[in-house]
């Protein structure tokens, strides 16, 4: 994944919409981004949506 597209996904999501907590593990790959917070919420992002 494009590196500028992953500081964005971290600026959208730098704080859980659920909980309000920060995130608290990520991975990025080749096509996608996946962002976790403790409380269970998670979401994968794909390049090919942004
Ligand atoms: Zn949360």
């Given at each position: 994944m494009r590196a500028t597209l992953v500081i964005k996904l971290f600026r959208k999501?730098?704080?859980?919409?659920?909980?309000?907590?920060?995130?608290?593990k990520y991975e990025v790959k080749d096509d996608t981004c996946n962002l976790w917070c403790e409380c269970g919420w998670e979401i994968e992002c794909n390049e090919k949506d942004y």
């Open positions: 999501y730098s704080k859980c919409p659920d909980c309000g907590k920060d995130i608290v």
